[in-house]
Every structure is written in structure tokens, then in C-alpha cells.
């Protein structure tokens, strides 16, 4: 049968098909063709509302270099290799509820694996020799998602922020640290807050209602050892690719570092935060990237933009 024919084939034979499918055949047939992908939303979407409701929550891991290939590991340790060209020349700045957002050269958007769902958002360019950390306060099909991507440098902190349908981004900075915040490799949203979390237990937030910064020292224990201070929403996970024995289930060699971007979860009462990595194994290694996501299969219309 030509190529030409795929998309001619029964809608409904093609139904019964997708239903049958896993999460990454669905991938697979998503991309095949509109009426394939058209064909795959019902069942994406089913595969997405179970990942929702389990109480885990599994999280799968996607490994990427400067090319299309890529591979996932499941939560079962199953590993496939797909070729996503999205993620050709792109780094993942942003993981959260299936979406990832992903900056190449200075276009900046949003990408779903899973069901090859993409939105473009207005061009951005960010500053060099920066660290790059951001976030959104909800999925990007939501009216109230706000896009936040930190760049910090020697002077302090430039936060970029865009609201759903807006077409230029508005710019924050923070420059009276005194030194205190460090690198930042977490950022969330809660309680309309974005909150970045630097590696040495500080914490730093900003409100875009009232354009306030604030910054605090993150104390472990419970609330009965330190009373009348403020209860950070999430757990932090630190060390997630070591903690899960990542290097291992990918099969990894010593030649091979890895700079990995975290993502948010909930997780009961409070989320989950995973921070951002770089694991490094010798001096002199192949470098890796890498992100941690939930496997979603959010669908969009197709006449949708931001």
C-alpha cells in the first residue's frame, strides 16, 4: 500500500486500532497522519485520565542529545527508542502535566511527546551565559497559564513572564541578593507564587499581582520545632537520577554526562518537586541531556495558538 493510502483507510477501523495501543504506539500513531491523530485523542486522553487518578503518579524519563533521537524509560524500567524531531537542537527548560517546554535559538514552545500536541509561543531570547530555569502556573491550553523563565547571572535574576494570549513578554528583576540566593535548579507555582529553589535551601518567590519579591531560608523539621514560620507546598527531591539508578537503566557509560530538567508533581496533600540536575562522570565526557515527565497525552484543537 502507497503512503498516500495510510490516511484513507475506515475512521473506524482506524478507532479500533488506537484503542488497542499503548501510550508510546500511540505516540507513534499520532504522527502518522491528521486523521491518525485525530483517531488517537480519545484513547490519549483515557491513558492520561488513569495516570491521573493512580496514586503514584509514575513519572518516565526522556533522554535526548542534538539530534532527533531520543529514549524514554517507563516507570516498569521498559525502554524505547523514538525520534521526536521537536527535540532536535532543543533544551527543555520546563516539565510539568505531560507538557514540556522547550527554547531553541529564539523561538520558545510547548511540546507534548506524547501526542504531539505543540504550541509556539512569541519569540524569546535570553541572555548569555545565564542559568536558564522556568516554569508555568498551568497548562498551556488553560486561560490562566503564565509562562515564568528565570535567567539569573552575576547581578541577580531577570524573570520573564507571558499570560495566555499575550504577544510580548514583561521583565522582573531581582539584583538585591547580597549573595543569598545561589544557583536556582527549582522552580513551581502555588498559591499564585512562583517560587524558585536555589541548591543551598533558599528560596526565592515572586507575586505578579503585586510585583513583590521576597526570599527565604528553607528550615527541615516539622512545624511544632519552628513555629510561626511559613510552610514551603512541596516536597524537594534532590538527586533524582542518582536516587532512581538512572545512569544504569539507560545504560549509560562512564563516558557520558547528563544535565537533566526537573519537573512538579502532586503528590497527596503538598507536590513534588524534582530539581534540576548535572551529573557529570569524568572530566572529559559526551553530554546528555534529559527530562522528567509524566506521561500525558494532552490534545489541543487544531486551529489553537497561544
Not at 498559591?191 to 519579591?213: A, C, H, I, S, V
Not at 545504560?251 to 497527596?268: A, F, I, M, N, R
Not at 569524568?282 to 515527565?293: D, Y
Amino acid at each position: 500500500m502507497a503512503t498516500g493510502q495510510w490516511a484513507d483507510l475506515p475512521s473506524e477501523l482506524i478507532s479500533l486500532i488506537a484503542e488497542r495501543l499503548g501510550v508510546i504506539d500511540l505516540f507513534s500513531f499520532s504522527i502518522v497522519c491528521k486523521g491518525w491523530n485525530s483517531a488517537a485523542s480519545t484513547p490519549s486522553s483515557q491513558i492520561s485520565a488513569q495516570i491521573i487518578s493512580s496514586p503514584s503518579r509514575a513519572l518516565w524519563f526522556l533522554l535526548y542529545g542534538k539530534n532527533s533521537q531520543c529514549f524514554l524509560v517507563s516507570e516498569t524500567d521498559k525502554k524505547y527508542k523514538v525520534s521526536i524531531p521537536e527535540m532536535n537542537g532543543a533544551a527543555c527548560i520546563a516539565s510539568k502535566e505531560g507538557w514540556l517546554l522547550l527554547h531553541r535559538d529564539d523561538s520558545l514552545f510547548f511540546f507534548c511527546p506524547f501526542s504531539a500536541s505543540k504550541i509556539d509561543l512569541p519569540k524569546f531570547r535570553k541572555s548569555e551565559q545565564c542559568n536558564v530555569v522556568a516554569t508555568f502556573s498551568a497548562p498551556p491550553t488553560s486561560e490562566d497559564c503564565i509562562v515564568a523563565v528565570a535567567c539569573q547571572n552575576a547581578s541577580g535574576v531577570d524573570l520573564h513572564l507571558l499570560s495566555r494570549g499575550a504577544k510580548e513578554w514583561t521583565t522582573h528583576t531581582c539584583t538585591h541578593l547580597n549573595g543569598l540566593i545561589k544557583t536556582i535548579t527549582g522552580a513551581a507555582y502555588a498559591d499564585n507564587t512562583f517560587q524558585f529553589y536555589d541548591d543551598k535551601d533558599r528560596l526565592l518567590t515572586f507575586t505578579p499581582e503585586n510585583g513583590k519579591w521576597k526570599n527565604y531560608k528553607i528550615i527541615f523539621g516539622s512545624g511544632e520545632d519552628h513555629p510561626n514560620t511559613e510552610t514551603v507546598p512541596f516536597f524537594l527531591w534532590r538527586d533524582s537520577f542518582k536516587r532512581c539508578s538512572m545512569n544504569e537503566r539507560l545504560g549509560l557509560g562512564e563516558d557520558v554526562s547528563v544535565s537533566t530538567c526537573g519537573t512538579v508533581v502532586p503528590d497527596g496533600r503538598h507536590g513534588k518537586i524534582l530539581f534540576n540536575e548535572s551529573v557529570s562522570r569524568q572530566l572529559k565526557s559526551r553530554g546528555l541531556r534529559g527530562v522528567w515527565i509524566e506521561p500525558r497525552s494532552p490534545q489541543i484543537p487544531p486551529e489553537m495558538s497561544w
